[in-house]
């Protein structure tokens, strides 16, 4: 199986999907069927055309990864604490 050569329009638009539509990396890859790699190097590449991926946006992706670990762990412990709540009322003399 040979090499698959993409277009520059092709590249722009895979790094505009991260930058400007919020797509992971990963959610680009697997909805254009290109491997992550690509679209990184392709980041790399365009990031400075396309406009954007400066750091500051580099530091609002973190700050928005960890607010979403954050929530998802806040989440967990709500469903925790609602089934032990639910048990404990049901278990009550």
Known sequence: ???????????VSAVKLVQEQGY?????SQSLGVDATSIRNW?????????????DEAALRAEL??????????LMDREI?????????KHQP
């Not at 990864?65 to 806040?74: A, G, T, V, Y």
Request: aromatic share 10%; hydrophobic share 35%; proline share 0%.
């Open 65 to 74: 990864r960890k607010l979403r670990q954050e929530n998802k762990r806040l």
């Open 1 to 11: 199986m040979g090499r698959r050569v993409y277009t520059r329009e092709f590249k």
């Open 24 to 28: 992971t990396v990963s959610e680009a």
């Open 81 to 89: 604490l609602k089934k032990a709540t639910a048990f404990f009322a």
């Open 43 to 55: 980041l790399k590449k365009f990031s400075a055309e396309v406009g954007g991926g400066g750091t």
